[in-house]
């Protein structure tokens, strides 16, 4: 999978990826225009399907609220590479089928940067550097959630 990078800093909090005004809305349809709107407004209308969001430690920090991995999936990234994730954030964006994968070399990449992401061995290359980092992969598991669509499919899929 590649796609360009959408950079944030560290402590980036679920208040800054949806707005708790916006929680009367549920789905990743509703909740996507409003993606990062009071940190970064110009997202929900150029991010395109497969972009990557990239930031540095704790991301999604904040609220236990399962709404801002929802507005993620709606804005259709490819996935989130941090250097590190609140846990109850990266369990519930893994729960709805949204990739992540941990890195510390995020603070090489830069916005805008075209990087290509092999979520099996955890390689991440930027292409517009000409540089490869490693992230650590997720367990086949639990890239076998995130690649059903989340929990609920994945049951299903097993069930059947």
Known sequence: MK???WKFGDDVDTDAVIPGR???MN????????TFIGVRPEFAENV????IVVAGNNFGCGSSREHAPIALKGTKVGCV???SFARIFFRNAINIGVALLECPDTDKIDDGDEISVDFESGTIE??????KYQATPLPDFVRGIV????LKEYTRKIID
């Open 3 to 5: 796609g360009r990078v």
């Open 22 to 24: 916006y929680l009367v």
């Open 27 to 34: 789905t990743p349809e509703e909740l996507a225009p409003y």
């Open 48 to 51: 395109k399907e497969n972009d």
């Open 81 to 83: 590479i941090a250097k």
């Open 126 to 131: 930027n292409l517009t550097k000409g540089e």
């Open 147 to 150: 690649d059903a669509g989340g």
